[in-house]
């Protein structure tokens, strides 16, 4: 667990606004490390591979999105799931091509859910203060729907350890995962501390 790995990609939104180092703090800060990191421009076949390394996405997408609409009142554009996920992928991969990424490998003790805690939930607008979405981004499901676009919303962060793996290995090859020791983990994972006066 202290060695569990995620991956976040900083989206050109975030990269245009200029947030990349409050960002990455973010996660220093809260003594994650940082193993892996590169600036990249995606081409539509690896966002499209991204998001679909779990074969069931588009349905799952699809079914939350018509979800979203019917809790809110609002016919959904479309009653099918693949057609709605597949719209939502489409957008993604339009959104995620529009310029650089910032792709990065973060890890320590239960690295995936502190990295989703510290982002906020996918919709900036419902996102609480003091995450990531929540203090930098003013988006909201409505907004980019009536715009036919995806959601801007600065980052993707992994949404499970099983997931964490494939994006990882999607985004970086092993030797790119760097080891190395920092001074916090002493401070974090030393059980009786009784390394520090050594």
Known sequence: MKKERTLVLIKPDGIQRSLVGEIIQRFERIGLKLVAIKMVVPTKEMVEKHYTLDPEWIEKVGKNTIANYLEKNVNPPSNDPKVIGNTVLNNLKS???????????????????????????????????????GDYVLDSYQVADTDGRAIRNLIHASGSVEEANKEVAHWFSKKDLIKYTIIHEKILYDVNLDGILE
């Open 95 to 133: 959104y995620l091509t529009s310029g650089p990424v910032v792709a990065m490998v973060w890890e320590g003790a239960s690295a995936v859910s502190v990295v989703r805690k510290l982002v906020g939930k996918t919709e900036p607008l419902t996102s609480d203060v003091g995450s990531i979405r």
